[in-house]
């Protein structure tokens, strides 16, 4: 016996907090903030580096005077 399909076309719904306790408190935010933006310099310092990797020609000048 094959199961019923169920299609749901639209779906709306209300979100009410019903205990307190499942907010975030300011420390918890504050955690969440710092994980962002440390993720965040991480992939800045992986594209500098990605670009540094890549990039031919026209490189610092105190790379340049360190390999003539």
């Given at each position: ?22 907010l975030l408190t300011p420390s918890i935010l504050e955690r969440i903030v710092a ?34």
């Amino acid at each position: 016996m094959a199961a019923p399909q169920i299609r749901i076309r639209e779906v709306t719904g209300t979100m009410r907090v019903v205990d307190s306790e499942s907010l975030l408190t300011p420390s918890i935010l504050e955690r969440i903030v710092a994980a962002v933006m440390a993720a965040m310099e991480s992939e800045q310092r992986d594209r500098e580096a990605h670009r540094r990797d890549t990039h031919i020609g026209g490189g610092c000048n105190a790379c340049e005077e360190k390999h003539k």
